[in-house]
């Protein structure tokens, strides 16, 4: 049974940092990209970041990019996502999702990905 779990959200103040974890098992890991994603209550759904499933290629949007890093442990079978400087609109809950791919590249459509999480609250507020 594939298992796909978010960590290390929280509350922290504006300029502060947290790394988010999602642990994945019940697929062969080294296949699949991975992505993050966060979403408001009452908006959609927003794609952040993904990996390919070699790790070679990331790619960020551009309200994260130069303070989120992602980054994946093949021996662990897990995905982090390294987040700096955070702010209040980074507020969200988020999200990790698994997508079959070949070694090249990843995307940032939700139907690229087959197995998602359940999410971890990430809160910014002074």
């Known amino acids: 049974q594939w298992q796909v779990v978010e960590s290390g959200g929280g509350l922290v103040q504006p300029g502060e940092s947290l790394r988010l974890s999602c642990a994945t098992s019940?697929?062969?890991?080294?296949?699949?990209?991975i992505g993050w994603f966060r979403q408001v209550p009452g908006k959609e759904r927003e794609a952040l970041s993904c990996?390919?499933?070699?790790?070679?290629?990331?790619k960020y949007q551009d309200s994260v990019k130069g303070r989120f890093t992602i980054s994946r442990d093949s021996a662990k079978k897990m995905v982090y996502l390294q987040m700096n400087s955070l702010e209040p609109e980074d507020t969200a809950v988020y999200y990790c999702?698994?997508?079959?791919?070949?070694?090249?590249?990843?995307?940032?459509?939700?139907?690229?990905?087959?197995?998602w999480g359940q999410g971890t609250q990430v809160t910014v507020s002074s």
């Open positions: 999702a698994a997508g079959i791919r070949g070694p090249v590249g990843c995307e940032y459509g939700e139907s690229e990905y087959e197995y």
């Open positions: 019940g697929f062969t890991f080294d296949y699949y990209a």
């Open positions: 990996i390919s499933s070699h790790g070679d290629t990331t």
